[in-house]
Every structure is written in C-alpha cells, then in structure tokens.
C-alpha cells in the first residue's frame, strides 16, 4: 500500500514538473524573450547578459543555474541542493529546446507581453512549486545570501531584493521603459503563481503546528522565515495527553517554505493551515496595521 502511494506521488511530481517546465519554457520563448522583457530571477540575468554581450541567453541559464547548485550544495548543504538538483539539470535542456522554435506570441505588443507571460509563466512555475520542488533561482540564492551574509534579514526580502536590482540593471541594458514593464510582469507572474498554489483568496495564512520537532520548527520561522508565533498547550481528545500547538501568521510564500521544512523534520506533525482576511497589531513580520504582507 505504502509502495503504491509513494508510486503515485511520484506519477503527480513527473506530470507536474514536466507540464510545468514545458509552460514555463513556452513563456520565456514565445512571449518574455522576443518582446526583450525582463523579469526576475536567472531568467532576467541571462537575457540581460545574453543581450549585453550578444551570447544566446540559454546558454547563460544553463551556466547560472549549474553554478547556483553547485553553490547551494557547497554552502547551504546536501539536503538544499536535491530539492534544486532535477530543475538545475532538466530545465534548461527543456529551454534551449524550446528556444529553437521562433514563435512571438503577442507580436511586439509589449504591455501584453508583460501580462501574459506574468499569467503564463506563474502557471508553469506554479506547478513545479506546488509539488514542493524549486528551480534553484532567486530563491536559492537569498536562501546563501541570508545564511551566509544577512541571517537578520528575511528571505523573502532578500529575493524581492534582487529581482528589483536585475529589473534596474535592466534599465543599463534596455532603457526605463523595460524595466517598467517589467514590474508589470513580475506582479503579475507573483499572483499568477499564488493563485496556483492557494487559488483566488487571501493574502495571509494562519499555520496551526503539532510536531515532534517543536523547537527546530519555532527556530526556523522566527530566524530564517522572521516571524513570530504563539504557543498553546492542548490537550488530545484520544491520547489524553498534553502537547504544544505552534501558530504563526504569515505570507502564501512562507506558508509553503514553513511546509516543505516541518516536511523534512517531522514526516507526522499535524499542519493545519487556514486563510486569514486581515491582522490587526503590530509583531514580528508585521508593520502596523496591515492585511497584506
């Protein structure tokens, strides 16, 4: 029984991952590159190298993409790098095959280019997160960034970082108009991703946690996620017995990092995650009254 699920897990990642690369490919391709948008990420730092020094920009994915594994591995360890390593290898093949086809799907219409490769290429990416693999880009260097360099600043905030700063060396590369449209992408590619992942709701989530791995799981998200939680002593209806139930609030993004961490430490804690509509107050990963993040 145990082999079987563990066979159809498998079956959904394939289909996911490779529905997803193939997606994403197409966006980059046929709409991102042809119109010479930019978005975040490797993507946009090998499309403003390629462009820059006239080298096809997949060949620049492929070397930025190896060399972030490779520095994930070195730096952050065995167990970072697998969850990179498939995407790392097998992305930028699909890419360069991709590349071979010339087909401009909005026709040099640049703000619908920006739209909808931001709704394209979030569906594909989405897909590959929601199987909790990752493409070994911004995130996995933020992830170097933050442990090596700014521990005291979020990741989130850090990758958000860096894919501003490619969106303004775009501008060196470009001009301003570019980059502007390039926000558009990146805004909408971000909320093309979250309705994958959570559909159309809320913007923040409220984690209800019981795990074996009680305090490795508070370190993690109030050091490495920098938010706060709260802590409850409840009692089973079953076993009668008492433990500790983590809750913490957080962004859609967060939530899936705070999953895919509790996943690896404790295969059976209990993970309740619920949408929340709006947080009053002020703590840790908040300013103020908000109900956004």
Do not use: D, Q, W
């Given at each position: 029984m145990l082999a079987l699920k563990d066979s159809n897990k498998i079956m959904w990642d394939v289909v996911y991952v490779l529905a997803g690369m193939m997606i994403l490919a197409?966006?980059?391709?046929?709409?991102?590159?042809?119109?010479q948008l930019i978005t975040g990420g490797i993507t946009g730092i090998s499309i403003i190298l390629g462009t820059w020094m006239g080298i096809d920009y997949t060949i620049f994915y492929?070397?930025?993409?190896l060399g972030t594994l490779l520095a994930t591995f070195l730096l952050l360890g065995k167990r970072e790098a697998k969850k990179i390593v498939i995407l790392s290898v097998t992305f930028p093949l699909v890419l360069m095959i991709f590349n071979q086809i010339n087909f401009n799907l909005t026709e040099n219409d640049m703000f619908l280019a920006s739209v909808y490769y931001g709704v394209v290429g979030g569906l594909g990416a989405g897909l590959i997160l929601k199987r909790g693999y990752s493409s070994g880009g911004s995130d996995s260097i933020g992830k170097i960034i933050h442990k090596?360099?700014?521990?005291?600043?979020s990741i989130s905030l850090i990758i958000t970082t860096i894919d501003i700063l490619i969106v303004i060396t775009s501008m060196l590369v470009y001009d301003i108009k570019v980059a502007l449209y390039a926000l558009i992408t990146q805004f909408v590619f971000l909320k093309s991703v979250e309705v994958v992942l959570f559909g159309l709701g809320t913007q923040l989530m409220k984690l209800e946690i019981i795990s074996n791995s009680q305090n490795e799981i508070e370190e993690y998200i109030m050091?490495?996620?920098?938010?706060?939680?709260?802590?409850?002593?409840?009692?089973?209806?079953?076993t009668n017995q008492e433990r500790v139930k983590i809750v913490t609030i957080c962004s859609?993004?967060?939530?899936m990092l705070i999953k895919q961490f509790i996943a690896k430490m404790d295969e059976d804690a209990f993970v309740d995650i619920l949408p929340v509509s709006s947080v009053w107050g002020k703590g840790?990963?908040?300013?103020?009254?908000t109900d956004d993040d």
């Open positions: 197409f966006a980059i391709t046929a709409i991102l590159e042809p119109n492929y070397v930025l993409s090596r360099l700014y521990p005291f600043i050091h490495e996620i920098k938010r706060g939680i709260s802590k409850y002593m409840i009692l089973g209806g079953y859609p993004r967060e939530s840790l990963g908040f300013s103020g009254l």
